[in-house]
């Protein structure tokens, strides 16, 4: 595989620059989707996740819109709020949608998904349902939001408030999320144009679709209820021969890890099995092309097992917490022992102002400063990280856009790599 860099010198250092096979130089402005092809564009407001697709025929999805409402953190732990604190993070992503949708400012969201119920993942809805019409919403609660795991308090309160004013003015349709289907969230404006695209829906609540037809298997046992994070929502997106995963906040490390404050004992108390969502869900997944980590690349998460199958060639983390992407999950990421090749990584946010300090404080400088250096030397560590596939999807791009404003510029491209 021939992958070329295309940096913008002095932001995220200096490489030779040629002109790219598929790809728009550095320093325009993105151009928008064109037909046949697919773009995934990772929106990096410094509050959690948002992923906004648009699919070959020009149907649109988002997947979480982020924005931390929960108890305060110390400072500095977080990314600082992107482009600026001067919007919330729900209008900021309603502002890159209606850049970069087909129809522009009047496009409405065709699906709007949610993985599951943390602020990082569903904060951002009550904003983003003012300046967007949506015509569906899928998560793992509708319509009774009780079962496996009751979803109840403030951030439940703002939700529903967010989906019935939608409902009553744009009539919008919410459904639940079944895992083992692959006609839930099909293409709505021309689909026999593209029968090479698919989204299988792989887990939610617990459940993991075994494979067979639209067989699932609940994860956890009867007693016991998982927790929110287990009951993410999980979809394979394929194009052709192009595929990318998504997961939420799937754990995958049953005990946890060790840091430097995690006594060893917590660490390795025993753990319900269904802890370990990832290792199952590997099997009914298969090698992707693009993954986008679980749980932000968090240390329960992307076991090496996981990593084996999935083989991602690009791996994408929607950081905004200073233990995200901890020194295990990155040497897991970097391992050719665990799968061989070559591989990029990716992450939304970098070294903010602060992280350093908190790192060493997490890890220790023995881990901590080794890791940092590891950290500054990804693929990208910062900007709006846009996945561009091309019609038939045999080959994509990685854009890296500048987060400062609202210019979408292009600060880096990754060229040239081939789906499988």
């Known amino acids: ?161 967010a989906l019935k004013a939608q409902t009553a003015e744009h009539g919008t349709q919410v459904h639940r999320f079944k895992a083992g289907v692959d006609d839930q969230i099909v293409l709505l404006n021309e689909p026999s144009l593209y029968p090479e695209f698919k989204i299988q829906n792989l887990a939610a609540n617990g459940e993991i679709w075994t494979g067979s037809g639209t067989e699932v298997r609940q994860r956890s046992a009867a007693h016991e209820a998982p927790n929110e994070n287990a009951c993410s929502i999980a979809m394979r997106l394929t194009l052709g021969r192009f595929d990318y995963f998504s997961g939420g906040d799937l754990p995958g490390i049953p005990g946890g890890e060790i840091s430097n404050n995690m006594p060893l004992i917590k660490a390795r108390a025993k753990q319900p099995e269904w802890r370990d969502m990832e290792s199952p869900l590997a099997w009914v997944t298969g090698p992707v092309d693009v993954l986008l980590l679980n749980h932000h690349g968090g240390t329960d998460t992307t076991n090496a097992f996981f990593l084996s199958v999935l083989q991602p060639r690009v791996s994408i983390a929607q950081t905004w917490a200073s233990r995200q992407m901890p020194p295990q999950v990155l040497e897991r990421l970097r391992s050719e022992i665990i799968y061989p090749g070559p591989r990029d990584i990716f992450t939304t946010n970098g070294m903010w102002d602060g992280r350093k300090e908190h790192l060493i404080q997490e890890f220790g400088e023995e881990t901590a400063l080794p890791h940092i250096q590891n950290l500054q030397n990804i693929t990208a560590s910062q900007g709006h990280i846009v996945i561009r596939v091309a019609p038939g999807g045999d080959r994509y791009a990685v854009y890296v856009l500048d987060d400062s404003e609202e210019s979408f510029r292009i600060r880096a491209v990754h060229d040239g790599y081939e789906s499988r």
């Open 1 to 161: 595989m021939n992958i070329r860099h295309f940096v913008l010198l002095g932001l995220l250092g200096a490489t030779s620059i040629s002109q790219p096979a598929i790809a728009q130089p550095v320093g325009e402005v993105l151009a928008r989707h064109s037909a046949g092809g697919l773009d995934i564009h990772h929106i990096n407001t410094g509050e959690g996740s948002a992923a906004f697709f648009v699919f070959p025929d020009g149907t649109t999805m988002l997947i979480d819109c982020g924005h931390l409402l929960d108890a305060p953190r110390p400072p500095k732990y977080k990314s600082p709020p992107l482009p600026d604190d001067s919007r919330p993070p729900g209008e900021w992503v309603s502002r890159y949608i209606q850049k970069y949708h087909p129809k522009g400012e009047e496009g409405s969201l065709d699906y709007v998904v949610f993985s599951h119920f943390h602020g990082d993942h569903i904060g951002g809805l009550p904003e983003l349902a003012k300046q967007v019409k949506i015509r569906h919403v899928l998560d793992r609660g509708w319509p009774d939001y009780q079962k496996p795991t009751p979803f109840t308090g403030e951030e439940a309160e703002r939700y529903h408030a």
